[in-house]
């Protein structure tokens, strides 16, 4: 184990920090995870006194990452306390921003994975191709209660999800639709190409890195994410196998990456106030008086509770071997479980008599 007493790696600390520490025992096995969370509490109270329309215009300014997401579940939250039903076309429309945004945050999150395993320039080009494309079409108005039933709110263009499947297929080495058809040899032959994400697949197939994070213990209670929502045949084959590891979540990834820009409405809300982020699900709730003045404003965000104390994280780290002895993989594992935190890991090693 190569860790010092003190070693240190930092994912770009910000005011929504969060602190992985770790302790190792004499095997080098973790014996201990101490999480604090250090994003902002009660962001809720910041709209207590407005009206739910100045609510509207400060969310997406409040929330960079998970923006469509926080406004479809917000928009929905003040819908239902409003008693207001929103069009086809308007539901369409967030579930389309929102399949923009999983693609977005979730191909980013696997680019930075790619980084760390191979190198700063790796597959630059076309990840960065990719995301201009999407940060493109995702540069949209806020949403607002008057939109609930405009009849002139357009769907995004129909030829960009065909131009995104072009895209992703440089990432992938093939269509996307060609991705989801493999079967679990086929995804194994499939890992042995020279793709951007056959090459990530395959370092993360490895033998001693497959079922890192994976715990038998693991409550899956707090997971609402690509883990929860895709059920494809070769996601139930690799938790057989592999277990909830860093294998496993990467395989979802890709799967929700290959499905979403196939069939953008499975990113749409099914419950107002609901949303889904790449990350999981986020809930909004709130209460108005009788002047239509928020009282209380309610957010159920997944990195809260996937970060909380005796949460998943915590869980799938408890009991591992780093791979290497390197705490990268310890990044490349928070990673895997929410592409959308930033966050630091402290270590802490019992050297060996």
Partial sequence: MSLSSNAETTCAPSAGHI???????????VSAVAVENHRPKNIGGLFTGLSPEQALERIPKLFLLCSQAQQVAAVGAIAKQKQLEPSAQFQRVCGERCALE??????????QMERE????????????????LLLKHLHQPALTLAMLNATELQPLDETLWPAVSQKLAQLFGMAPAEFLALSWPGLVDWSHNQSPYAQLLQALLADEVKTFG?????????????????????????????GASIATRTLARLLELASVC??????????????????????????????GVITDYQLDAPTDRLFR??????????????PQGDVKWVR?????????????????????N
């Fill in 19 to 29: 602190r992985v520490q770790l302790e190792f025992d004499r095997d080098g096995a």
């Fill in 214 to 242: 994976a715990n038998e213990a693991l409550s899956t209670t707090d997971e609402t994410g690509a883990m929860l929502r895709q059920q494809h045949p070769l996601l139930q084959q690799a938790k057989k196998q592999l």
């Fill in 332 to 352: 490349l594992l928070v990673w895997a479980i929410d592409p959308c935190v930033e966050f630091s890991v402290h270590t802490k090693h019992k050297n060996k």
């Fill in 117 to 132: 395993l191979f190198g700063e320039q790796f597959a630059m080009q076309p990840s960065l191709d990719l995301t201009r």
């Fill in 262 to 291: 196939i069939e953008p409405h499975i990113a749409a809300a099914k419950t107002q106030g609901r949303a889904e982020a790449s990350r999981g699900a986020l809930n909004h709730k709130i209460r108005l008086d009788r002047q």
């Fill in 309 to 322: 104390p005796g949460g998943l994280v915590e869980q799938a780290l408890l009991g591992q071997k780093l």
């Fill in 102 to 111: 999983w693609l977005k945050e979730h191909s980013w999150q696997l680019w």
